[in-house]
T-cell receptor
Framework: DTGVSQDPRHKITKRGQNVTFRCDPISEHNRLYWYRQTLGQGPEFLTYFQNEAQLEKSRLLSDRFSAERPKGSFSTLEIQRTEQGDSAMYLC???????????????FGPGTRLTVT | GQNIDQPTEMTATEGAIVQINCTYQTSGFNGLFWYQQHAGEAPTFLSYNVLDGLEEKGRFSSFLSRSKGYSYLLLKELQMKDSASYLCAVRDVGDYKLSFGAGTTVTVRA
């Protein structure tokens, strides 16, 4: 039974560098979500995909952030020209389509902790 | 938008019961979720309510009143491993993303 996986688990980068994170959802899940969580706060929604289509982006997602899910399976989140304020835990989650579970709850991956120095 | 409030911290004794309240003000409502998150780990799903009433699942129960915009998570027979952050999250109508509260850190003491 494989859950949601994320890579890398930790990333330390210098301000101004670009970083890319990967998320592999549960295989039969067609919805994939990205959230950002800072210390002492709940996760904040960034964006989500249904299959390969990006259906919604949060206003939190500046033009330095881009996400893709090219074949409707894994997803990548790229942050360009990182800033210290980008330091956070980036969480990926996936869920099944409606009809395949009453609540279609989201299953979270272990997250990628980004530190921008 | 969503406004979700829950207490910041709670402390209880091993074997006791703790109730974590969550109030929400939302433009629409399509379900309320509770997640448990241990420090440095991913949130894990605990419960889901979309209709008024109590949902029981082992030592954990969750209650919802849609008219009051109120939910609680009840943790019974507390164990040391229950020390964690508990997140209340609301899903909007026709939406899939979750809006989370800041979380309630529960500390279980011997």
């Amino acid at each position: 039974d494989t859950g949601v996986s994320q890579d890398p688990r930790h990333k330390i980068t210098k301000r101004g560098q670009n970083v890319t994170f990967r998320c592999d959802p549960i295989s039969e899940h067609n919805r994939l979500y990205w959230y950002r969580q800072t210390l002492g706060q709940g996760p904040e929604f960034l964006t989500y995909f249904q299959n390969e289509a990006q259906l919604e982006k949060s206003r939190l997602l500046s033009d330095r952030f881009s996400a893709e899910r090219p074949k409707g399976s894994f997803s990548t989140l790229e942050i360009q020209r990182t800033e210290q304020g980008d330091s956070a835990m980036y969480l990926c989650a996936s869920s099944s389509p409606p009809g395949q579970g009453f609540s279609y709850e989201q299953y979270f991956g272990p997250g990628t902790r980004l530190t921008v120095t | 938008g969503q406004n979700i409030d829950q207490p910041t911290e709670m402390t209880a004794t091993e074997g006791a019961i703790v109730q974590i309240n969550c109030t929400y003000q939302t433009s629409g409502f399509n379900g309320l979720f509770w997640y448990q998150q241990h420090a440095g780990e991913a949130p894990t799903f605990l419960s889901y309510n979309v209709l008024d009433g109590l949902e029981e699942k082992g030592r954990f129960s969750s209650f919802l009143s849609r008219s009051k915009g109120y939910s609680y998570l009840l943790l019974k027979e507390l164990q040391m491993k229950d020390s964690a952050s508990y997140l209340c999250a609301v899903r909007d109508v026709g939406d899939y993303k979750l809006s989370f509260g800041a979380g309630t850190t529960v500390t279980v003491r011997a």
